[in-house]
């Protein structure tokens, strides 16, 4: 481990006197602090990386668009506000937490199949960068919208660009048949409607070909493809393009898999825009890439059960928590907090308390078999975890702690059975 600034990026959650550690905080100590199922986030650790996408794409006009999906707790989007941020979104919910943060509007953009006509209000009111618009009827809604409150949206077509990327079925996004983006040829067609229309402004393209991706690629032939919409749409329409949008899913270290070589990727971008026939302004979307590794899942081990002749560990968090792994096929390492007594390894099912056959966090997994009340570490849980929890079970949603500046803070407390009930009228 370096001390120097030019030292390679420190690992998140290091082992200290053989125990996890956020920062300077025990995992331990924070667990029972605040009990567990618990998510742990190093704010640090999101920063650095909010860094390294800046460093990969460096330019003068880049943004940074966090995709809010992947986690939207305030504070982590505060942390990213402070940073000159901005935010990619898919909802009203997620543009009212990204202005509470206190995202700058003219920083947001916002993308999704099925914008109802109320959150496109919203974000014309609030003055957003662009709407990403997915098809001709939704293009038609917002024209509409937009001359009856006399405004002007802003907008940048999604074109599927059609590349397969090699990730899970489910979060591929960008081949022809996904429900994502238009055509090219049909962007085309409705650039030239918004170059028709007296409150409609083209201002980017963009793309979004999925998430996890760690080749460089996929993005290159995508972003090949929006620049020659780009291209077109300014030679045959007259539009003013701004932006192209690489959009995200930056592939994170995986344990088979490396991580997506991220400055390798924007020298090839740099190269392509440096050749563009108008200086273009380049936004991307990262999500699981900022915030991925940056938080982890605490867990504690309740029950050790054999049967069938396989051996289960069952933990107190389950799919509730983290629902990657039986959604998408998700691997996370799991690790114990403290280091024990190295008991031989046994392959287990690591499973939770859900009534689901398919509630579980690892499956076939070699590990010293831990006991009763072993605390245990899921790592890469900063993203698509505490955000896709549900309260399935009537499982009150476990709390989230910050830390960043050497600080330990709650940032979302566990809810109490009284919120599961709080919006029911018997
Ligand atoms: C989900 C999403 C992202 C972020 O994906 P990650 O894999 O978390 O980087 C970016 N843009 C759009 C449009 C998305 O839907």
């Known amino acids: 481990m370096g001390t120097g600034v ?11 006197g053989g125990v996890l550690h956020c920062g300077s905080h ?28 800046r460093d990969a794409f460096r330019g003068p006009e880049l943004l940074v668009a966090y995709s809010v999906k992947a986690n ?33 509007a003219e920083r947001v953009v916002f993308a999704g199949v099925g914008k109802t006509r109320d959150e496109m209000r919203q ?9 990403h618009v997915e098809s001709a009827q939704e293009l038609e809604v917002l024209g509409a919208l937009a001359s009856e409150l006399g405004r002007e949206a802003p907008v940048a077509v999604r074109v599927n660009p059609d590349v397969d990327s090699p990730t899970h079925a489910f979060t591929r996004t960008g081949h022809a048949r996904a429900k994502f983006g238009v055509s090219p040829r049909e962007a085309l067609a409705l650039y030239r409607r918004i170059a028709d229309h007296p409150h409609l402004r083209a201002v980017g393209v963009d793309v979004h070909i999925g998430s996890q991706v760690r080749e460089a690629s996929p993005f290159l032939r ?48 740099a190269l392509r825009l440096q050749k563009a026939s108008r200086p273009l302004q380049l936004v991307v979307e990262p999500g699981r890439f900022l915030v991925g590794d940056a938080g982890v899942l605490l867990t504690r081990v309740l029950y050790v059960k054999r049967s069938g002749g396989k051996t289960f560990v ?61 605390l245990l570490c899921v790592h890469q849980a900063g993203a698509y975890a505490a955000a896709m929890a549900s309260n399935y079970n009537s499982r009150p949603r476990a709390a989230e702690v910050l830390v ?15 919120d599961l009930v709080r919006n029911e009228r018997p």
Do not use: K
Not at 79 to 93: K, N, P, Q, T, Y
Not at 247 to 265: H, N, R
Not at 405 to 410: E, P, S
């Open 314 to 374: 069952v933990t107190d968090a389950g799919m509730t928590e983290l629902i990657r792994p039986s959604h998408y096929g998700g691997e996370h390492a799991i690790t114990r907090v403290r280091e024990g007594r190295q008991a031989p390894a046994e392959e287990v099912d690591i499973v939770g308390p859900v009534c689901e056959q398919g509630d579980f966090l690892a499956r076939g997994r070699s590990l010293p078999l831990p006991s009763r009340g072993t």
């Open 404 to 418: 960043h500046d050497g600080r330990a803070a709650l940032v979302r407390r566990r809810e109490r059975y009284s």
């Open 123 to 131: 974000g014309l009111e609030s003055g957003i960068r662009a709407f």
């Open 26 to 53: 025990s995992l331990e100590a924070l667990a029972d602090e605040h009990g567990t199922p618990l998510y742990v986030y190093d704010g640090d650790r999101a920063l650095e990386r909010l860094s390294t996408v």
């Open 222 to 269: 995508a972003l090949d493809v929006i620049l020659d919409v780009a291209a077109r749409a300014g030679r045959e329409t007259g539009a003013a393009i701004e932006y192209v949008d690489l959009g995200g899913g930056f592939g994170i270290e995986d344990p088979v898999a490396g991580e997506l070589d991220l400055p390798a990727l924007g020298r090839e971008v």
């Open 6 to 16: 030019l030292s390679p990026a420190r690992p998140p959650f290091p082992r200290l």
């Open 72 to 104: 939207p707790n305030l504070a982590l989007l505060d942390l990213f506000a402070r940073a000159g941020a901005g935010a990619d979104i898919v909802s009203g919910g997620e543009l009212y937490c990204a202005l509470c943060a206190g995202i700058a």
